[in-house]
C-alpha cells in the first residue's frame, strides 16, 4: 500500500539524512493524514494518488511564480520537489499517448465544438484520471475540437 511505502521511504529518509526528501514525504503524509481526519476514513490508494497529483499541482503552479522573481535557488528547490513526488504517481501520459484517448471521448461524447469542451474535459479527468495533468487535457482537447 502506498502509505506503507510512504513511511518506509521516511524512514529510509531520516537515516540517510536526506532533508529535503524527507520534509518533502511528511509534508505529503500530513495531507493524507488531514483528510482522513476530516473525513474519519481510511484513504485507499487511488485517493491517495489523487492528494498526492494535487501537492505536484501545486508545486507546477508556484514554479512560474519563483521563475518571474529569478530566485535560481527556489527554483531548483522546486523542481527537486516535483522530482520527489513524481517517483509516486503513475507515469504522466504525453500529448501524443492522450490524442487517442481524447480522441475517443469526443466521439462518445459526440462533441462537435469547443462549446462541448466541458463535458469532454469531465469525461477525460474521470477516463484518465491523474496518468495526465488537467492541463496537459485541456490542451489537447482544444486541439481536437478546434480541428472538428
Same mark, same amino acid.
Request: glycine share 4%.
Given at each position: 500500500?502506498?502509505?506503507?511505502?510512504? #513511511? !518506509?521511504?521516511?524512514?529510509?529518509?531520516?537515516?540517510?539524512?536526506? !532533508?529535503l526528501r524527507k520534509n &518533502? =514525504? +511528511? #509534508?505529503?503524509?500530513?495531507?493524507?493524514? +488531514?483528510?482522513?481526519?476530516?473525513k474519519q476514513i481510511e484513504l485507499n490508494d487511488d485517493q491517495i494518488i489523487e492528494i498526492i497529483a494535487k @501537492?505536484?499541482?501545486?508545486?507546477?503552479d508556484s514554479l512560474a511564480d519563483y521563475e518571474k522573481s529569478g530566485r535560481q535557488d527556489l527554483i531548483d528547490?522546486?523542481?527537486? @520537489?516535483?522530482?520527489?513526488?513524481s517517483e509516486y504517481l503513475?507515469? +504522466?501520459?504525453?500529448? !501524443?499517448?492522450?490524442?487517442p484517448i481524447i480522441k475517443e471521448i469526443i466521439n462518445e461524447t459526440a462533441? /462537435?465544438? =469547443?462549446?462541448?469542451? $466541458?463535458? &469532454?474535459m469531465k469525461a477525460a479527468k474521470e477516463?484518465? $484520471? &491523474?496518468?495526465?495533468?488537467?492541463? /496537459?487535457?485541456? !490542451?489537447?482537447?482544444k486541439e481536437l475540437l478546434d480541428i472538428n
Open positions: 500500500m502506498l502509505k506503507e511505502k510512504l #513511511m !518506509e521511504d521516511l524512514k529510509d529518509c531520516m537515516k540517510e539524512k536526506k !532533508e &518533502v =514525504i +511528511q #509534508m505529503i503524509r500530513a495531507a493524507i493524514l +488531514q483528510i482522513e481526519k476530516d @501537492e505536484s499541482k501545486k508545486r507546477k528547490n522546486i523542481n527537486e @520537489e516535483i522530482n520527489i513526488i503513475p507515469k +504522466q501520459l504525453s500529448k !501524443e499517448e492522450l490524442l462533441a /462537435t465544438s =469547443i462549446k462541448d469542451m $466541458g463535458k &469532454v477516463k484518465i $484520471g &491523474v496518468a495526465a495533468d488537467g492541463k /496537459t487535457i485541456n !490542451e489537447v482537447v
